[in-house]
C-alpha cells in the first residue's frame, strides 16, 4: 500500500469511468460541494481497524476502490491500519485535507471541527447521531458543532448521515462494492434506500449512480445545496432525492427552478411537511402543509415526483436514457389483446393519451399485419408475430413515423418467442431488436419496452439493455417512465421561460388598514378585506357596514329591491355560519331588522364576550360554479396559492390545486385544468362552462397582492361564484400576520 503522503491525487478533470453523455456545469455559480464532494485527500478521523466499526470500512472502501487521492487515517493509538500509517491529530497531517470523514461519538464534534477550521478542511462528513433528535440537550450540541463549522469555514454533512460515495472519482466511504458508476446522482434521507436502489440497479438497471450522499439532519449543507452541485455535476445525468423533510422548501423551489431546465429531477417525497401541519385559521391553512400540497410545487418547478420507492430507479433511468418527450400521446404496439387493456388503463390513470393514428399509418400496418389485427391504439398484432418477431419492430417503425404519436411502448412477449415457440425465432428476434436499437437512436421519440419475459433476461432483451434501451418488467413501472417523460417535455415547452408574474406596489391607504388591525390585535374585517382586493383590481360587489339596526335604512336606499345578504361584523367570531352569524335573501328593511335581530342574539349566545360591530351587507351573488381562491404562509415553502371546488365541499373532497407565489401566467392556467372538477367548470347538463381566463386573472392578482403585503397571513376567497361572464367574490377572509410590522 503506498504511503498517505505518496502523491495519490485524483485527476479532477480525467474520471476514471466512461460517460457517454456528460452534463455541462454552470461555471456562474459553482457549488462549493465541488470542493470536498471530489476531494484529492480525504482524513478518516477515527480510523480503526476493527471490521465492524465505520472508520475500517470507509478505509476499505477507499483502498479496495483504487481511490487515487490522499489518504490520511487518524488514530492516536496504532501506527498504521490496513498499511497505511496513521496520524495522532489532525493537526500532524502534512498535507492539505479536502474532505474529513469523522466517526467519533457526538460530544468530540465542536472540538474536531475547530481543528478541521485551523487545517483549513473545505468539508466534514459527520456519522455520529445523538443531536437535535434527541431532545433540547442534543440541539444545543448541534448548535456548537454549527458554530464551530462556521467559524473554521467548514461545510458539513449531516451529522447523523449515513455517509457519502463519488464513484467517478473512486471515493466510496461506505464500502459499497456492488454500486456501479452511472448517471443518477442520489441524495437520501435513507441509508436502506440507497442499499435498495444499488441491488435492483445491479439485478434490474440499465445505469449506475454518479454521486450518493445522505443529508443527515441538514445542519449546514440541506436539499437546495444537494441539488444545485447535482445539477452542475458533468457526470450526474438525472437528480435523485428521497426526502422525508425539507427544512428550507422555498430555496429548494429556487433552484429546481433554475436546474430542471438543464437536467431532470426526480424526487420520492414521504410524508407531508411536519411543520405545515397546524391549527389552521382557515380552509386553506387547513390543507397547507399535505402531501398534496408538496407534489403540486415540485411540479410546479419541472420535478418528476414518484408515489412508490419502487418507481424511484425506473424514472430516474427513463429520464437518464432517454430525457423526454414532446408530449403525452402514446403509441401501443402489443400482442396481446388483455395486456393491451391493461396498458390502455394505466395510461388512462396517469394522464397519458393513446395516440390517434393517421389514416396513411393504418394503411401501412395493414400492409404487414394479419387481417385480425386491431390498427387502432393500441395495436393488436393478432398473431402477426408468432411466426416472425421482426414484425414488432416494423410496426414500432411505423408509428414512429405518426406526426400525432409523441412515444412509443412495446408490450408483451418480445424477447421470448424462441423459447414460446421455437428456437429457431431468436435470429429474428435479435434482428428486430438491433432495427428498435437503431430506431430509438434516429428518432426523437422514446421507446419504451415492456416484456413478460424480462425477468429471465433473453438474449434479445439483453441487446436492448446494453445498448440504453429501457426494458421493465412490469407495466405501471413503464407507464410511471411515460408519464415523466411527458411531463417533462411539457414542461419544457410550455412552462420553462414563462416570466413570473409581477407584484403589485403596496398602496399607502391598505397599509395604514394593516396597521390598525395589527394595533389592535385582530385580523382585517370583512370590509376591509374586500377594500383590499377591490384596491388592486379584483372585481368584489358593493357593500355596507351597519353599526346598528337604526343604519339598515340606508341599506335598503342604496340597494333598493334586491336581494342582500347579512354577516356579523366580529374580530371575535371567525366563523360567522356556526355561530348564526349569516341571514340570507334579506328584501326590504323589515326583514333587514328582523335578521339583524336574531344574528345579534345568536351571535351573543354563541360566544357573550364577543366583540359585535355590526353587519355587512352586500348583493346576494346569481347561482354559479362555486370556487375556492386562497393563500397560506407555509412555514417550509412560504407563500401558497390554492384553488379548487369551493363552498362546503373544499375541506370534503379536497379537489384543490396549489402553486408557490409568485406565480407564472401558465401556473394558474394549469391550476383550473388541474381540478377533477374541471369538466364542471366546462359546462355540464346544458350550463354554460365558466370564464377560465376570469379565474386565471383573479389567481394572478391574488398572487400579486401577497407578494406586495407580508402582512397577508392566510387569505380565503370563500366562495367564488365562477360564471360564464367573470365571477362574484361572495366571502373574503384575510388573516394577519402580526410578527410582520406595516411599513
Known amino acids: 500500500m503506498p504511503s498517505p503522503r505518496s502523491a495519490r491525487r485524483c485527476s479532477r478533470g480525467n474520471d476514471m469511468s466512461e460517460n457517454p453523455n456528460p452534463v455541462p456545469c454552470s461555471p456562474a455559480r459553482r457549488s462549493p460541494l465541488h470542493d470536498f464532494l471530489a476531494p484529492a485527500s480525504i482524513a478518516i478521523v477515527g480510523a480503526s481497524a476493527d471490521p465492524t466499526k465505520r472508520g475500517y470500512k470507509a478505509m476499505v472502501g477507499l483502498i479496495k476502490g483504487d481511490y487515487r487521492g490522499r489518504i490520511y487515517p487518524i488514530n492516536p493509538k496504532v501506527p498504521e491500519i490496513l498499511g497505511v500509517p496513521t496520524c495522532a491529530t489532525l493537526d500532524d497531517v502534512p498535507g492539505p485535507i479536502d474532505l474529513a470523514l469523522i466517526c467519533t461519538p457526538a460530544k468530540t464534534l465542536p472540538a474536531l471541527l475547530e481543528e478541521c477550521g485551523r487545517k483549513g478542511v473545505k468539508g466534514?462528513?459527520?456519522?455520529?447521531?445523538?443531536?437535535?433528535?434527541?431532545?433540547?440537550?442534543?440541539?444545543?450540541?448541534?448548535?456548537?458543532?454549527?458554530?464551530?463549522?462556521?467559524?473554521?469555514?467548514?461545510?458539513?454533512?449531516?451529522?447523523?448521515?449515513?455517509?457519502?460515495?463519488?464513484?467517478?472519482?473512486?471515493?466510496?466511504?461506505?464500502?459499497?462494492?456492488?454500486?456501479?458508476?452511472?448517471?443518477?446522482?442520489?441524495?437520501?434521507?435513507?441509508?436502506?434506500?440507497?442499499?435498495?436502489?444499488?441491488?435492483?440497479?445491479?439485478?434490474?438497471?440499465?445505469?449506475?449512480?454518479?454521486?450518493?450522499?445522505?443529508?443527515?439532519?441538514?445542519?449546514?449543507?440541506?436539499?437546495?445545496?444537494?441539488?444545485?452541485?447535482?445539477?452542475?455535476?458533468e457526470r450526474t445525468r438525472v437528480a435523485t432525492l428521497y426526502v422525508e423533510g425539507f427544512r428550507d422548501g422555498q430555496r429548494f423551489l429556487e433552484v429546481a427552478r433554475e436546474i430542471t431546465p438543464v437536467k431532470p429531477v426526480v424526487v420520492y417525497k414521504s410524508g407531508a411537511t411536519e411543520l405545515g401541519k397546524k391549527a389552521a385559521s382557515s380552509h386553506t391553512g387547513a390543507l397547507a402543509g399535505s402531501y398534496a400540497m408538496t407534489v403540486d410545487l415540485l411540479r410546479q418547478v419541472g420535478v418528476s415526483v414518484v408515489h412508490h420507492s419502487d418507481e424511484i430507479l425506473p424514472v430516474a433511468e427513463g429520464l437518464a436514457l432517454m430525457q423526454q418527450a414532446r408530449g403525452r400521446r402514446v403509441a401501443v404496439i402489443a400482442d396481446g389483446g388483455g395486456q393491451a387493456t391493461i396498458t390502455s388503463d394505466r395510461l388512462s390513470e396517469s394522464g397519458l393519451e393513446l395516440a390517434e393514428l393517421s389514416a396513411a399509418t393504418r394503411k401501412r400496418l395493414a400492409a404487414i399485419l394479419f387481417p385480425q389485427a386491431s390498427l387502432a391504439n393500441p395495436v393488436d398484432v393478432a398473431g402477426s408475430s408468432d411466426a416472425d418477431p421482426e414484425v414488432l419492430a416494423r410496426c414500432v417503425e411505423i408509428v414512429a413515423d405518426d406526426d400525432n404519436v409523441d412515444a412509443i411502448f412495446l408490450v408483451g412477449m418480445f424477447g421470448g418467442y424462441h423459447?414460446?415457440?421455437?428456437?429457431?425465432?431468436?435470429?429474428?428476434?435479435?434482428?428486430?431488436?438491433?432495427?428498435?436499437?437503431?430506431?430509438?437512436?434516429?428518432?426523437?421519440?422514446?421507446?419504451?419496452?415492456?416484456?413478460?419475459?424480462?425477468p429471465v433476461?433473453?438474449?434479445?432483451?439483453?441487446?436492448?439493455?446494453?445498448?440504453g434501451l429501457p426494458v421493465y418488467a412490469s407495466i405501471e413501472q413503464a407507464v410511471q417512465v411515460l408519464q415523466a417523460l411527458a411531463e417533462r417535455g411539457l414542461y419544457l415547452q410550455d412552462r420553462h421561460g414563462q416570466p413570473l408574474q409581477a407584484g403589485v406596489v403596496a398602496d399607502e391607504a391598505m397599509q395604514a388598514m394593516f396597521a390598525r388591525a395589527q394595533n389592535e390585535g385582530r385580523d382585517l374585517y370583512e370590509h376591509e378585506a374586500r377594500a383590499l382586493l377591490r384596491t388592486h383590481g379584483i372585481a368584489v360587489a358593493e357593500e355596507l357596514v351597519a353599526h346598528s339596526a337604526d343604519e339598515l335604512g340606508a341599506a335598503v336606499e342604496k340597494f333598493g329591491d334586491q336581494a342582500l345578504a347579512m354577516k356579523v361584523v366580529s374580530k371575535d367570531i371567525l366563523h360567522k355560519s356556526d355561530a348564526g352569524g349569516v341571514k340570507l335573501n334579506l328584501v326590504g328593511e323589515a326583514a333587514l331588522r328582523e335578521a339583524y335581530d336574531q344574528i345579534m342574539a345568536s351571535c351573543r349566545a354563541y360566544d357573550p364576550g364577543a366583540d359585535l360591530r355590526g353587519v355587512l351587507l352586500t348583493p346576494m351573488a346569481r347561482k354559479g360554479v362555486e370556487v375556492i381562491v386562497g393563500v397560506v404562509r407555509d412555514p417550509i415553502f412560504g407563500p401558497v396559492l390554492m384553488f379548487g371546488l369551493g363552498g362546503i365541499f373544499v375541506e370534503i373532497l379536497e379537489d384543490v390545486a396549489f402553486r408557490a407565489i409568485p406565480l407564472s401566467r401558465r401556473d394558474a392556467e394549469t391550476m383550473v385544468d388541474q381540478l377533477k372538477a374541471r369538466k364542471i367548470l366546462a359546462g355540464v347538463r346544458g350550463e354554460p362552462p365558466v370564464d377560465k381566463a376570469a379565474l386565471v386573472e383573479l389567481l394572478l392578482?391574488?398572487?400579486?397582492?401577497?407578494?406586495?403585503?407580508?402582512?397577508?397571513?392566510?387569505?380565503?376567497?370563500?366562495?367564488?361564484?365562477?360564471?360564464?361572464?367573470?365571477?362574484?367574490?361572495?366571502?373574503?377572509?384575510?388573516?394577519?400576520?402580526?410578527?410582520?410590522?406595516?411599513?
Open 457 to 467: 433476461k433473453p438474449p434479445a432483451l439483453r441487446r436492448l439493455h446494453e445498448a
Open 124 to 233: 466534514a462528513v459527520i456519522l455520529a447521531s445523538g443531536f437535535r433528535e434527541t431532545g433540547p440537550e442534543g440541539a444545543r450540541l448541534e448548535q456548537q458543532v454549527l458554530d464551530a463549522a462556521r467559524a473554521g469555514g467548514v461545510r458539513i454533512i449531516g451529522p447523523n448521515t449515513s455517509g457519502m460515495f463519488n464513484l467517478h472519482h473512486k471515493v466510496n466511504l461506505l464500502d459499497l462494492r456492488n454500486a456501479r458508476p452511472g448517471d443518477i446522482g442520489f441524495i437520501s434521507q435513507s441509508g436502506n434506500m440507497l442499499l435498495a436502489l444499488v441491488l435492483e440497479a445491479e439485478h434490474n438497471g440499465h445505469v449506475g449512480f454518479s454521486t450518493y450522499v445522505g443529508p443527515g439532519n441538514q445542519t449546514d449543507v440541506g436539499f437546495n445545496d444537494y441539488l444545485r452541485y447535482l445539477g452542475e455535476d
Open 419 to 454: 423459447t414460446r415457440f421455437a428456437e429457431s425465432l431468436l435470429g429474428g428476434e435479435m434482428r428486430a431488436a438491433e432495427a428498435m436499437i437503431e430506431l430509438a437512436r434516429a428518432s426523437a421519440k422514446p421507446l419504451v419496452v415492456y416484456s413478460l419475459y424480462a
Open 701 to 743: 392578482k391574488v398572487s400579486s397582492i401577497v407578494s406586495a403585503y407580508p402582512q397577508l397571513s392566510e387569505l380565503d376567497l370563500n366562495p367564488v361564484i365562477a360564471y360564464a361572464d367573470g365571477y362574484a367574490v361572495v366571502d373574503a377572509r384575510i388573516i394577519a400576520n402580526r410578527a410582520v410590522a406595516s411599513s
